[in-house]
């Protein structure tokens, strides 16, 4: 089982960063692939991001392409979001979650989840 904490949101003006944390518990964090959800009042949670469980793959949604990235550290059982040029409609809770699949973006296909961190981006 894997236990996930998220860390690293907060309130920052359009155009600026943050960089959001999601520590693992347990042995098996480099067994799975992880990703990035996020879901903001009344709408579906949407997938963000995922990366390999090497890290060498690394997979983004269009709305986020060239402003976010993803990486992870597997010695620390860590894995980050940076987020840059952050703009309104990023203002989310903010998910991880581990999968065995790599390319999964359907949260059904994702195992375990941490609690959510809240990023807000004011205008």
């Known amino acids: 089982q894997v236990q996930l904490v998220e860390s690293g949101g907060g309130l920052v003006q359009a155009g600026g960063s943050l960089r959001l944390s999601c520590a693992a518990s347990g042995r098996t964090f480099s067994s799975y692939a992880m990703g990035w959800f996020r879901q903001a009042p009344g709408k579906e949670r949407e997938f963000v991001s995922a990366i390999s469980r090497g890290g060498s793959g690394t997979y983004y949604t269009d709305s986020v392409k060239g402003r976010f990235t993803i990486s992870r550290d597997n010695a620390k059982n860590t894995v980050y979001l940076q987020m840059n040029s952050l703009k309104p409609e990023d203002t989310a809770v903010y998910y991880c979650?581990?999968?065995?699949?790599?390319?999964?973006?359907?949260?059904?296909?994702?195992?375990?989840w941490g609690q959510g961190t809240q990023v807000t981006v004011s205008s």
């Open positions: 979650a581990a999968s065995e699949v790599f390319t999964a973006t359907r949260p059904t296909a994702y195992r375990y």
